[in-house]
């Protein structure tokens, strides 16, 4: 019998104070075709990648298995929501008011954390490997484990951030803003 190795990426997350006050992150646990070389090889997530995955039960940790750290969010709890969309996986977690989870928020907000990453074994068949150019290519994801808030990306274009629900509406006034002016000058010529 074949046995599969449990392994772990990183990628990005935000946290955003809605209204409620409530401890909401959200990002990219995992972002399609976007290479990471580390140690001499290179790997890359397909977008079909996770099309028959088993996403049950995945919990949101931080740094994977850091023994004696609380889960900060489930997915058999409704508490963390993954989606699969063009650009990878998207993570939506609203946490529990522990201490643990507030630190970790805070953290977040500072830009002290600012990656995540993600615990997977790969399915059989599920993998290609072009020996030219050392580059592994991830095809099928059999089981997703974790989503983890980490201090080490392996993925270096991830990212996390945390805003409160006044940035963000600043921010989405500014990009209507930006897309009416260029509609105007579009119109204008």
Known sequence: ??????????????AIENEDKELVIEGYAVVFDEPATHKGYTEVIDKRAFDECDMKDVC??????????????????????????????????????????????KLIKSGDLDKMSFAFTVARGGEEYDYSTDTRRITKIDKLFDVSIVDLPFYEGTEIHARSKEDFIKEKMDLEKERLNLMLSLYAR
């Open 60 to 105: 949101l940790k931080y740094n994977h298995e850091n023994k004696g750290a609380l889960i900060m969010a489930r997915t058999r709890s409704g508490r963390l929501k993954l989606e699969v969309d063009e650009r990878g996986l998207k993570v939506c977690a609203n946490l529990t008011d522990t201490t643990q989870n507030v630190d970790i928020y």
């Open 1 to 14: 019998m074949e046995k599969t190795m449990k392994e772990n990426r990183i990628c990005e997350v935000r």
